[in-house]
């Protein structure tokens, strides 16, 4: 926290912090495979682009990737694990007013999760809204996504599925979404109000992945589909609404996984 090593049971913000009081942060989650960060350069760089969209100071990208070496190696270099990056309004007034303190800046290292080989979604009905102040930016304002998940836990699905104010397929609460239409991989565009995830940027650029805007209904209709995210990289999608999709994984989604996994493998920081 802020620069210092600190046991789990001794990191504490206080009861004032901004990131707390009126969810005014950015974070990122970083996964550690073999003891070294994935992407890191791109999560950097995503970290930095949404503070400077919720008007947070630009953070020390030497500083933050110094401290995420300094707490790997703290941790003896796991194997497998998360990373948690987050940048708050530091202490405040209790209002939306942002006070004069410095940042708080956290990282926490955690469990990297299992994943299971396959997801069912379900689309809920609260939208997204691609116009909206926060659009695009990775905030710690997460609780319209608590809902969600709720939601589709209630219906049989792991993760929910939102469409944006004008019906088009956005994203998930934490993934990115990726259709198969006539052979094509597409994916919605960032017009759409979603997050520029990492993985799905990797995909675009290795498995000629096209954005396009896609009605909401193109998901259920796909003959394939499946999520993207740091914690899972490629996972196919079974069923939307509890409507099996009729290949989970199709052959695009298991060609996509396998280039992932190759070319991941082989460079740890593209």
Aim: charged share 15%.
């Amino acid at each position: 926290m802020n620069g210092t090593l600190l046991a789990d049971a001794d990191a504490r913000i206080s009861v004032f912090d901004h990131g707390l009081t009126v969810g005014d942060g950015v974070f990122e989650t970083v996964k550690i495979s073999g003891g070294v960060p994935f992407a890191l350069t791109r999560h950097l760089a995503r970290l930095r682009a949404s503070a400077a969209g919720l008007g947070l100071p630009e953070p020390d990208l030497d500083q933050l990737r110094a401290g995420v070496a300094a707490l790997l190696d703290a941790a003896a270099r796991p194997a497998r694990a998360l990373i948690r990056i987050t940048l708050t309004g530091g202490e405040s007034p209790l209002s939306s007013v942002r006070g004069d303190a410095p940042v708080t800046v956290i990282m926490a290292l955690g469990e990297w999760p299992a994943i299971s080989a396959g997801c069912d979604v379900v689309l809920v009905p609260w939208p997204r809204n691609e116009r909206g102040a926060l659009a695009g930016l990775k905030t710690t304002s997460y609780a319209e996504n608590v809902l969600a998940l709720g939601y589709a836990r209630e219906r049989g699905g792991s993760e929910a599925i939102f469409a944006n104010t004008a019906g088009s397929l956005c994203e998930g609460t934490g993934t990115s979404v990726f259709v198969v239409s006539g052979g094509r991989l597409l994916t919605p565009p960032l017009s759409s109000g979603c997050l520029a995830g990492v993985t799905r940027g990797l995909l675009l650029e290795w498995a000629g992945a096209i954005e396009e805007d896609l009605p909401a209904g193109a998901l259920a209709a796909a003959p394939e589909a499946f999520l993207t995210s740091t914690t899972r990289d490629v996972q196919p999608i079974r069923a939307v609404g509890g409507q099996p999709l009729p290949a989970a994984p199709g052959p695009v989604t298991r060609r996509a996984a396998e280039i992932f996994a190759a070319m991941s493998a082989a460079q740890s920081d593209p």
